[in-house]
């Protein structure tokens, strides 16, 4: 009879195991705080603050700087950022340490920016990745000394750390549910 319980408890304890399942959340920037700046003629030099808000998975979209007459719109989605109808041909940046956008992470997101690439989508003449940098909360798109042509957009895909995993309450009192079960069958079998 102990032996025929211990095989029942170890089949619930892996069955418990199995049932332990963790949430991954899908790492970017989506449901985040975000703020984008112009920055001219250094990083950290503010010419314009183009917005602040918060991501949807629709894209959030700011307008153009003020000093430029160009349509241009900086969105920003889960993982990419999108800079398109980039300017008119009347708005060359000049040559300057840093000539830019940048956007801010300003929520605390648990995952941080591990890594920006440029997406084949990117057709501005001359961009790079020497334009482009990133630290864990800030994506920095330089601009300098290119001249684009109004039809032209600048794509950058996002990276992000992944999200560690955290089992949801209701498994976790399914789990205790389960233990307490067991403790109660073996109990009830002694008496």
């Keep these: 009879m102990k032996k025929h ?6 089949c619930g304890l892996m ?5 332990l399942t963790a949430v991954t959340a899908k790492a970017d920037l989506i449901g985040q705080p975000i703020e984008v700046d112009y920055d001219d ?3 950290g030099s503010v010419f314009a603050t183009l917005g602040m808000g918060t991501v949807t998975t629709g894209g959030l979209t700011f307008g153009n700087p003020p000093m430029s007459t160009a349509t241009s719109d900086y969105t920003v989605f889960g993982a990419q950022i999108v800079l398109e109808n980039v300017f008119d041909d009347t708005l060359n940046y000049g040559a300057a340490t840093f000539n830019g956008y940048v956007l801010t992470e ?12 440029i997406d084949s989508a990117t057709n501005v003449s ?7 940098s990133f630290d864990s909360t800030h994506v920095y798109l330089n ?3 290119l001249h684009p042509a109004p039809t032209q957009e600048v794509v950058l895909d996002l990276n992000f750390t992944p999200i560690s995993s955290v089992p949801e309450p209701e498994t976790v009192g399914l789990l205790c549910a ?14």
């Design 126 to 132: 001359g961009f790079g990745s020497s334009d482009v």
């Design 41 to 43: 003629p250094t990083i």
């Design 106 to 117: 300003t929520g605390g997101s648990p995952a941080a920016i591990t890594g920006v690439s």
């Design 178 to 191: 389960g233990l307490a079960l067991a403790v109660l069958y073996k109990a009830a079998r002694r008496a």
């Design 143 to 145: 601009m300098e000394d």
């Design 15 to 19: 069955l418990a195991g199995f049932t």
């Design 5 to 10: 319980f211990h095989s029942h408890f170890a």
